[in-house]
């Protein structure tokens, strides 16, 4: 059964429009989230994160937003760039000390010129 | 520039033959893992070094198995490879001793079954 979800396999943005990605989770006892990003050929890069005990985080062009009742977070890219078309994976992390994160099958974005 | 650093990138091996990853870091964190994603998957914890203590997961076969001999060293042994276990393999470490729990991956090495 799948923990973290992205359900949207890929996503086509037009450059300087906005990214949105979408990840769902199932367990109530998540609350550490990540993203990364990954481009071919190379392993996932941090990218940002948020604690459940908020419910936004900002990173420059990068913002990541967390309903905690839904269940759901989202990843912000404004302005998107062509630089940012890569596959973006949420994962997510309980407080139990085991330092262990379930991850979601990513989604591809692709920003387009 | 601290990193994580996975050899080989690439390795064929034969149905059946012992084959061995390596991942060495040298940002000296104190957590190792070792994760197995196949295509359009989520990366799958396969197990974790928590220092010496070893964290194996439920669900990981028994034909997976791994070595940590120092902080900076970490090795994934597959005994027996099935076409089955054909996949990336990334590496990844964290340190309990920094303010988040971040893991930081190498580029993973991508494993062909013969």
């Known amino acids: 059964d799948q923990q973290v979800k992205q359900n949207s396999p890929s996503l086509s943005v037009q450059e300087g429009r906005i990214s949105i990605l979408n990840c769902d989770y199932t367990?109530?006892?998540?609350?550490?989230f990540l993203w990364y990003k990954k481009y071919p050929a190379e392993g996932p890069t941090f990218l940002i994160s948020i604690s459940s005990i908020k419910d936004k985080n900002e990173d420059g062009r990068f913002t990541v937003f967390l309903n905690k009742s839904a269940k759901h977070l989202s990843l912000h890219i404004v302005p998107s760039q062509p630089g940012d078309s890569a596959v973006y994976f949420c994962a997510a992390s309980e407080a139990s000390g085991t330092y262990k994160y379930i991850f979601g099958t990513g989604t591809r974005l692709k920003v387009l010129a | 520039d601290a990193m994580v650093i996975q050899n080989p990138r690439y390795q064929v091996t034969q149905f059946g033959k012992p084959v061995t990853l390596s991942c060495s870091q040298t940002l000296n964190h104190n957590v190792m893992y070792w994760y197995q994603q196949k295509s359009s998957q989520a990366p799958k914890l396969l197990f974790h070094?928590?220092?010496?203590?070893?964290?194996n997961e439920a669900d990981t076969p028994d034909n997976f198995q791994s070595r940590r001999p120092n902080t900076s060293f970490c090795f994934l042994d597959i005994r027996s490879p099935g076409l089955g276990d054909a996949a990336m393999y990334l590496c990844?470490?964290?340190?309990?001793?920094?303010?988040?729990?971040?893991?930081?991956f190498g580029p993973g090495t991508r494993l062909t079954v013969l």
């Open positions: 367990n109530s006892m998540f609350d550490y």
């Open positions: 070094y928590y220092d010496k203590d070893f964290n």
């Open positions: 990844a470490t964290s340190s309990t001793l920094a303010d988040t729990d971040t893991q930081y």
